[in-house]
């Protein structure tokens, strides 16, 4: 199965920024949805950013206005900015390219690491 990439995680303190990638198969704006989840130990995987192939764009309340998802076409890759980081933000980063029919692709996942 054709799997996106994702990358740029990595460890960093409380208040710090990261910005995750995630290369996806073919053209990105044939996805109908790219998504970043995330998921903690022991906690359920979760939602935390999704843009469509429209542009628009959606965020669970918890990243809301220290997350930013934004989308390069030319080189069919899709970002987490990620600012002002918490300890609770620590999870494991997974992409999720998704089209109607035709694809639900899910990457390796990328660990994110706040530190207090």
């Known amino acids: 199965q054709v799997q996106v990439r994702e990358s740029g995680g990595g460890s960093v303190s409380a208040g710090g920024s990261l910005r995750l990638s995630c290369a996806v198969p073919?053209?990105?704006?044939?996805?109908?949805?790219v998504s970043w989840y995330r998921q903690a130990p022991g906690k359920q995987r979760e939602e935390v950013a999704t843009?469509?192939?429209?542009?628009?764009?959606r965020y669970a309340d918890s990243v809301k206005g220290r997350f930013t998802i934004s989308r390069d076409n030319a080189e069919n890759t899709v970002y987490l900015q990620m600012d002002s980081l918490k300890p609770e933000d620590t999870a494991t980063y997974y992409c999720?390219?998704?089209?109607?029919?035709?694809?639900?692709?899910w990457g390796k996942g990328t660990l994110v690491t706040v530190s207090s």
């Open positions: 999720n390219a998704w089209k109607l029919w035709d694809a639900d692709y």
């Open positions: 073919g053209n990105v704006l044939s996805f109908n949805r």
């Open positions: 843009i469509t192939n429209g542009g628009g764009t």
